[in-house]
């Protein structure tokens, strides 16, 4: 069976530090003015019943992803192993994968001016390691790995735990998934 590799972001233990933000920037040589992924603060509640969440943000590395329909240059391909990514070669940085996103993770390099987004670090993962934000992670609130394999640390995770993922009435079918704290999900 192919792998399908997915993250597990566990909201329990993200204390919202950005050390995985800054983990990406430097490993992708993302543009200082840029993110491929970050961590943004949700505020829940009226004053002073007020909580907040630390919440990362990524590429969803969509199992139906709309930017690779939409991408009228096939620059914006899916690999056998669900991974998203972007050929700049061909990238011609009109941004209709950028309009199409519902997740609002895509952004145009201001200096090669072509789109860029997280790839779950892929040239990491060929090599046999993690994405750089899940190396970093001290709370270690990231699990990488291959949902079709029954053994691995994701598969047990989403079979045990309730996950979310951000939202699902999209039809792309995204695979990052968050545990929530329980605070987060009764209202």
């Known amino acids: 069976m192919a792998k399908r590799y997915v993250m597990v972001i566990d909201l329990r233990r993200c204390v919202g530090c950005q050390a995985c933000t800054i983990?990406?920037?430097?490993?992708?040589?993302?543009?200082?003015?840029?993110?491929?992924?970050?961590?943004?603060?949700?505020?829940?509640?009226t004053y002073p019943n007020v909580r907040?969440?630390?919440?990362?943000?990524?590429?969803?590395?969509?199992?139906?992803?709309?930017?690779?329909?939409?991408?009228?240059?096939?620059?914006?391909y899916q690999r056998d192993d669900g991974i998203v990514l972007i050929d700049y070669d061909r990238c011609i940085g009109c941004k209709y994968c950028i309009a199409s996103c519902p997740y609002d993770v895509r952004f145009v390099n201001p200096v090669r001016k072509v789109v860029e987004k997280c790839t779950f670090c892929a040239h990491r993962v060929d090599r046999g390691d993690q994405p750089a934000c899940?190396?970093?992670?001290?709370?270690?609130?990231?699990?990488?790995?291959?949902?079709?394999?029954?053994?691995?640390?994701?598969?047990?995770?989403?079979?045990?735990?309730?996950?979310?993922?951000?939202?699902?009435?999209?039809?792309?079918?995204?695979?990052?998934?968050?545990?929530?704290?329980?605070?987060?999900?009764?209202?």
């Open 52 to 76: 907040k969440l630390s919440l990362p943000v990524l590429c969803n590395q969509c199992e139906r992803p709309i930017c690779v329909q939409n991408c009228p240059v096939q620059a914006t």
């Open 23 to 45: 983990a990406c920037q430097q490993e992708n040589n993302v543009h200082i003015t840029a993110f491929r992924a970050w961590v943004k603060q949700v505020e829940k509640g």
């Open 134 to 187: 899940v190396e970093t992670c001290m709370s270690k609130a990231r699990i990488f790995g291959d949902l079709n394999d029954p053994e691995s640390e994701v598969a047990r995770i989403i079979d045990t735990t309730p996950v979310v993922v951000l939202k699902p009435d999209s039809g792309t079918n995204p695979r990052v998934f968050y545990v929530f704290p329980d605070q987060f999900l009764m209202d």
